[in-house]
């Protein structure tokens, strides 16, 4: 059957721009982080948080999430690297694709971790700022997955087919269902539900980043089951449909015991320094100190003229009386 309609996939994932290469992989992932970083700044700053502390924090979050993501894809995918006639150099060629969203999410959440307790916030609250950006920046990154022709599902006919041309890496050209587009889509509405969940029911203490979790572990249980690139199984499922599994569960469960013990929404996310305290202000129970004005001195002042101008009438009373003895 011919395929009349379907997604082409890009002749070349890269372009020289003289001796520089811009490789649309890398593009896609450096766009999404800074989705990510832009609204979650503006969602922190909308919960009381300061401009700029996202993407401090973001420093620390986001080199341990490409270090995690990729040592995640290379554990699990190691016969690509380290078996025969493979290069194990290759395994730092980020740029060629491999990058594992659990452990991204994994070490990224240590980075900010430590990125959260050097400015004194606590690291749910900023997961929650952070939740649908990086859903989004999801969304976005999956098509380096399309210059890359990687990550396609089974064989298909439909009118969005995704028509691979590349025969590298035991590639076979053909048309395929496009389980990155669907992946992109998945997250797109995973964004936009964490957004309207976060609005209407005020989730704090992390559960808006637990919803965001869950949400995308439905998404990628059912289009990992569609792919049909390389990967372990067990128990006749992928590796990564059982870790979707036992994800999900940790963040449901995550979700409910938060909102038992914590209900709400936390009221400060980020405490007020020293150096944020508005001129005049004091921390702590110290009270404002009051300037004590000096003791004017005018009442002693009016009581010395008084007695002057008594002793001027007295002479001059003295005056006038011998004056007039001697006339």
């Given at each position: 059957m011919e395929t009349i309609a379907y997604i082409p996939s890009p002749s070349h994932g890269v372009i020289h721009l003289g001796p520089i290469p811009l490789r649309g992989y890398a593009f896609c992932i450096i766009i999404g982080v800074f989705v990510a970083v832009w609204l979650g700044n503006?969602?922190?700053?909308?919960?009381?948080?300061?401009?700029?502390?996202?993407?401090?924090?973001?420093?620390?979050?986001?080199?341990?999430?490409?270090?995690?993501?990729?040592?995640y894809h290379v554990i699990t995918d190691y016969e690509l690297y380290f078996?025969?006639?493979?290069?194990?150099?290759?395994?730092?060629?980020?740029?060629?694709?491999?990058?594992g969203i659990w452990g991204a999410i994994a070490?990224?959440?240590?980075?900010?971790?430590?990125?959260?307790?050097?400015?004194?916030?606590?690291?749910?609250?900023?997961?929650d700022a952070l939740a649908p950006g990086i859903a989004f920046a999801q969304a976005i990154g999956r098509w380096g997955n399309w210059f890359n022709q990687e990550l396609?599902?089974?064989?298909?006919?439909?009118?969005?087919?995704?028509?691979?041309?590349?025969?590298?890496?035991?590639?076979?050209?053909?048309?395929y269902q496009p389980t990155f587009l669907y992946e992109s889509l998945w997250c797109v509405g995973v964004g936009f539900l964490v957004i309207w969940a976060d609005r209407r029911f005020k989730l704090g203490h992390g559960r808006a980043f637990a919803l965001y979790v869950a949400a995308y572990c439905v998404g990628r249980g059912w289009i990992e089951y569609m792919r049909v690139d390389d990967a372990h199984h067990i128990l006749g499922l992928r590796l990564n449909d059982w870790t979707a599994m036992i994800v999900f569960i940790?963040?449901?469960?995550y979700f409910v015991i938060s909102a038992k013990k914590r209900p709400g929404r936390e009221e400060v996310v980020e405490p007020e320094t020293d150096a944020d305290a508005p001129a005049g202000e004091?921390?702590?129970?110290?009270?404002?100190?009051?300037?004590?004005?000096?003791?004017?001195?005018?009442?002693?002042?009016?009581?010395?003229?008084?007695?002057?101008?008594?002793?001027?009438?007295?002479?001059?009373?003295k005056d006038e009386a011998e004056s007039a003895k001697k006339s």
């Open positions: 503006k969602r922190w700053v909308a919960r009381g948080g300061k401009v700029g502390t996202v993407a401090d924090i973001a420093v620390w979050a986001v080199p341990f999430g490409l270090v995690g993501g990729r040592l078996s025969e006639g493979r290069d194990w150099v290759d395994a730092f060629k980020v740029w060629q694709g491999g990058l070490l990224g959440a240590v980075g900010a971790w430590i990125g959260c307790r050097r400015r004194g916030i606590p690291l749910p609250a900023w997961a396609y599902g089974r064989e298909t006919h439909l009118p969005w087919a995704l028509h691979i041309t590349s025969s590298t890496d035991g590639r076979v050209p053909g048309y940790l963040a449901v469960t004091t921390d702590g129970d110290s009270e404002p100190v009051e300037k004590e004005e000096p003791e004017s001195d005018a009442p002693e002042a009016k009581e010395d003229a008084d007695a002057t101008e008594e002793a001027e009438e007295v002479d001059l009373k």
